[in-house]
Nanobody, 114 residues
Framework: QVQLVESGGGLVQPGGSLRLSCAAS????????MGWYRQAPGKQRDLVAD???????NYADSVKGRFTISRDNAKNTIYLQMNNLRPEDTAVYFC????????WGQGTQVTVSS
């Protein structure tokens, strides 16, 4: 059974940083696309960043230069380093893996506020 567990969310002031983690079990995640989406209240779930099967990385325009996605294959874990956070980054962040169908984590809340 595939499971994804996110951690690392919280409350941070504008300009601050957070690092999200997503640990996968029940699957060798390194050979499948993985990434992060986010959903703000009343809005749709949007792509933040992902790593494709061949290692290519994509970022939403709104986070380019501020967020970095990475993968630790030995730990079956992906990360999202978020720097220079803005109030508009406030959302629930979800990781996913797609071995043919999409599996989602439970989400972790990120709140950027002074």
């Amino acid at each position: 059974q595939v499971q994804l567990v996110e951690s690392g969310g919280g409350l941070v002031q504008p300009g601050g940083s957070l690092r999200l983690s997503c640990a996968a079990s029940g699957i060798i995640s390194s050979i499948y696309p993985m990434g992060w989406y986010r959903q703000a209240p009343g809005k749709q779930r949007d792509l933040v960043a992902d790593i494709t099967r061949n290692g290519n990385i994509n970022y939403a325009d709104s986070v380019k230069g501020r967020f970095t996605i990475s993968r630790d294959n030995a730990k079956n874990t992906i990360y999202l380093q978020m720097n220079n956070l803005r109030p508009e980054d406030t959302a629930v962040y979800f990781c996913y893996v797609n071995p043919g169908s999409t599996y989602w984590g439970q989400g972790t809340q990120v709140t950027v506020s002074s």
